[in-house]
């Protein structure tokens, strides 16, 4: 692998131009090599965004050196491979997916579009190399796979867990610097897959090295694959791939959603709006998933069918295209042909997106795997160019995405430490530090809604705390007055975000819900609020019983009603649901019906326990009410729920506050589209 020489030994730079290629040789590896081990604990996305952060930034450094050597050498190169024009078009059709469809541009820049685009630059530079430096880079990422493994393994066998020092998450048996066992599993499996390819092509001592190292992570392996088994702790809760079609598939039904998906970053709108009710008759019925079952259907829903004709057109190439024989692109470069081991390797990544959801690590093995593959196959093509100015414009492009990265970049690690440390002083109960540390994340990157979203909620906070002192002053009443006013014009601003996103709707409901009574209008806003959320997200049974709390709370039986009676018919076991539906119907004096559901609600709760007692008294209240051939009697039950009531409006924090006016503009700008209630497309098992 070369790893034990200096890149300068290896590679024979000399000049300006040899020493911004060893510096570019130095950079790729460093960012190829470290990618999967970067982790910050003073953000509030540990693992993820370092990642994307120092992928971004790295790639565009190497961008940067990559063109002034050419500069340099008043030279402009470029390498053909057969891969090169299928990977412009996966970049083309992730850009046009952010710009066209995706809610928030910033958000998706900052995540999964992001990373691909990065990861298409970083292709086109590697596979510019020399062959020996394409092999460094292997190797790099060799040697980072089996630090994961040695990492894995050391965690597994709980040492980390004696070392006090250490903070609670580092001491965790699952943790890792990928951030679940389940990512590092498949990027294991992916990169044991090809170590075992290219070892058999490699030399008789480099083999014996690789196929030590192999063993480590398949003990990594099996440990990890342990620690996610079904009913562990680590296991992780997964979409099942029958609903991943199904949403994919139902994505496919708009013109613009089926050519470029509904955005990078924006997979929760259309779990939203398409998710099967059958869903709702699993474990999983609480969850909202950010993920589909498998890469692949994640593809057609966030980035539609031109990014799957992009990777489609890569694979076919792939396949059409004969395996390097080691030749290189340079006379002179000839070595074992290892690069035809990498082809195992390939394969695992396409097994990976067809079975398993997106990683960060999936992605980045598979543009590296693919870009070190098509780098034998490549043709230098060199133009000469007299003129040094065009070296100087040709520079202008790389050092102004350098400069872009660097600011934006630096402005959102900005945004996520202010915003981090905010969660850590809100759970000491620190609120005028919150709220200021979360001024700081918003000026940071003004961008994020969950910044805006908290913010928010501390603003409602600090105006309640406010509001339950035994004596308000005016000066208080004042400052009750300006919170009240920032929280609703956040929770507004994350709307104006996201407008696709069904939490800050939610958000933007609960800030209005608190202030009935409180506020003129306050109601109307929070039921608007709500619908639109349901508009988002009209199969989910907890956001249906929201809704009819919130009717129940005005008073208006008949429409809290039809909200719960839709909650339970989504999910027929839903307990809470159907004692909401019973104080409902027994408020509206229909006794029978209470009678029937809170008997239901029996049958769905634990015997004995607090809930049991509280349904079968409130049961033989209803019964008593009844003709006595009429009484309906529990059944014994198989969960335990929690019943809550509809709660009164508003909020216990506000009670004896004098009214607040709203600021002009404090009406949610909605645009109610209708509620579909059930799934257009029934899910299939796969």
Not at 312 to 319: A, E, I
Not at 650 to 656: A, D, E, I, K, V
Request: no cysteine; hydrophobic share 50%; aromatic share 10%.
């Amino acid at each position: 692998m070369y790893m034990g020489e200096s890149f300068k030994k290896v590679n024979n730079y000399s000049g300006a131009a040899g020493m911004l290629r060893w510096i570019l040789g130095v950079v790729l590896v460093g960012v190829v090599s470290l990618t999967p081990l970067v982790f910050f604990p003073g953000f509030v996305d540990v693992y993820g965004f370092p990642k994307v952060l120092w992928l971004a930034i790295g790639t565009t450094v190497a961008l940067v050196l990559w063109v002034a050597g050419q500069a340099v050498e008043n030279e402009l190169r470029v390498v053909r491979t057969p891969l090169n024009l299928p990977v412009a078009l996966m970049m083309v059709a992730v850009l046009a997916s952010i710009l066209v469809q995706s809610p928030n541009v910033a958000e998706a820049f900052m995540g999964k579009g992001g990373l691909i685009l990065a990861l298409g630059v970083l292709f086109y530079i590697i596979v510019a190399q020399p062959v020996r430096l394409r092999r460094q880079i292997l190797g790099g990422l060799i040697v980072t796979t089996l630090v994961l493994a040695l990492v894995a393994i050391w965690q597994f066998s709980g040492a980390a867990q004696t070392l006090a020092f250490l903070p609670d998450f580092l001491r965790s048996r699952g943790w890792n610097p990928m951030g679940a066992p389940f990512a590092l599993l498949v990027f294991l499996v992916v990169m044991l897959v090809t170590i075992l390819g290219v070892a058999r092509r490699a030399g008789e001592t480099v083999r014996v090295g690789m196929y030590l190292g192999a063993a480590v992570i398949l003990v990594a392996i099996i440990l990890e694959g342990w620690l996610v088994l079904p009913g562990k702790e680590f296991a992780p809760r997964l979409l099942a791939p029958g609903a991943g079609y199904s949403i994919a598939v139902d994505t496919l039904k708009g013109v613009r959603s089926a050519v470029l998906g509904v955005g990078p970053e924006n997979y929760l709108f259309a779990f939203g709006r398409f998710r099967p009710v059958s869903i709702n008759q699993t474990d999983n019925w609480g969850i909202r998933f950010n993920n589909s079952s498998s890469e692949l259907f994640g593809w057609v829903t966030t980035m539609g069918l031109a990014e799957l004709f992009g990777v489609g057109f890569l694979v076919l190439r792939l396949w059409r295209t004969p395996a390097p024989d080691g030749a290189g692109q340079e006379g002179g470069q000839t070595a074992s042909g290892i690069e035809k081991g990498l082809v195992p390797g390939l394969a695992a990544v396409g097994v990976a997106f067809l079975a398993v959801p997106f990683s960060y690590l999936m992605w980045f093995a598979g543009f590296i795997l693919v870009a070190l593959w098509a780098g034998e196959a490549g043709e230098i093509k060199r133009w000469q160019y007299k003129e040094p100015v065009l070296g100087v414009v040709l520079m202008v492009a790389p050092v102004g995405f350098l400069a872009a990265s660097l600011y934006f970049g630096g402005r959102a690690a900005q945004g996520e430490v202010a915003f981090a440390k905010s969660l850590r002083t809100l759970a000491a109960n620190q609120g005028v530090e919150t709220y200021n540390l979360q001024i700081a994340a918003i000026g940071a990157n003004p961008y994020k809604t969950n910044y805006r979203v908290a913010y928010s909620q501390t603003n409602l906070a600090l105006a309640a705390a406010l509001a339950s002192q035994q004596q308000v002053t005016d000066e208080d009443k004042q400052k009750i007055t300006v919170l009240v006013q920032q929280a609703i014009r956040e929770a507004k601003t994350a709307v104006a975000l996201n407008q696709q996103n069904v939490t800050v709707w939610e958000n933007l409901a609960a800030i209005y819900r608190q202030l009935v009574n409180l506020a003129g209008g306050a109601d109307q806003f929070a039921l608007q609020s709500y619908q639109q959320a349901l508009a988002l997200d009209p199969r989910n049974p907890r956001l249906w019983l929201e809704y009819g709390g919130m009717w129940y709370g005005l008073g208006d039986f008949d429409e809290a009603e039809t909200a719960f009676r839709q909650a339970v018919a989504l999910k027929g076991d839903f307990a809470n649901g159907r004692y909401n539906l019973a104080k409902t119907y027994e408020k509206q004096e229909k006794y029978q019906k209470a009678a029937r559901e809170m008997a239901l609600v029996i049958s769905l709760v634990e015997p004995g326990s607090a809930d049991a007692q509280k349904a079968q008294a409130e049961l033989a209240a209803l019964n008593e009410k009844l003709p006595r051939a009429e009484e309906e009697q529990p059944q014994a039950g198989e969960e335990t729920k929690e019943l809550i009531e509809p709660v009164p409006l508003p909020t216990p924090g506000f009670s004896g506050f004098g009214e607040i006016e709203l600021p002009q503009g404090a009406a949610p700008e909605v645009t109610i589209t209708p509620i579909p209630l059930v799934s257009p497309t029934p899910q299939v098992n796969l």
